[in-house]
């Protein structure tokens, strides 16, 4: 929200600006330490939306918050220049790595999943309602348009719209 905020106010950009930046902070310490970071399997940085312990990795709050990243990027950069920019950049890339890598745990082959407490829990797979899928699959538009050239979310994006419309994962 104080991103939006930015392009519309030029008497409070800056402070908004600020505000966002130090935001931006807990995407670098765990729950256990006031933020918001998990990492999954020991190996993939994970933002959550809401966090718990063991982490539930829910798709959609993570996907909002990589596109807050993604703009604060993009707005530090052209208020402040490259320098500011740099940290929102690098949370944003290394969570768009993690994304790309764990997509496929999100797919239940006719609908998607909410979260990973599958993996963390051993519980039954979260597979979502019809207006959490619809918000996955727009999330990924908006990522596939960002990133066309990202094959692998572009297909997701494609199976996932599908879903949509009766679709199934093709089966052996």
């Not at 930015?6 to 908004?16: P, R, T």
């Not at 600020?18 to 670098?28: I, Q």
């Not at 790595?97 to 999100?106: N, R, T, V």
């Amino acid at each position: 929200a104080f991103l939006r905020l930015v392009w519309v106010s030029a008497v409070l950009c800056q402070i908004y600006l600020d505000t966002a930046l130090r935001g931006a902070k807990p995407f670098h310490r765990s729950s256990a330490e006031g933020g918001v970071r998990a990492v999954f399997m020991d190996k993939l940085p994970w933002f959550e939306e809401y966090p718990t312990t063991p982490p539930s990795f829910v798709l959609n709050g993570f996907m909002f918050s990589m596109l807050g990243l993604h703009d604060l990027a993009a707005i530090a950069q052209e208020e402040r220049g490259e320098g500011a920019a740099n940290d929102a950049r690098g949370l944003f890339q290394e969570g768009f790595a993690s994304l790309l890598q764990l997509l496929p745990l999100y797919d239940a082959g006719f609908n998607s999943i909410y979260d990973l407490r599958h993996f963390s829990t051993g519980q039954t797979p979260n597979v979502v309602r019809a207006e959490y899928h619809v918000t996955h699959v727009n999330l990924l538009a908006l990522f596939s348009h960002l990133f066309p050239k990202e094959e692998r979310l572009t297909s997701v994006y494609k199976r996932w719209l599908g879903y949509q419309n009766g679709h199934r994962a093709r089966r052996n």
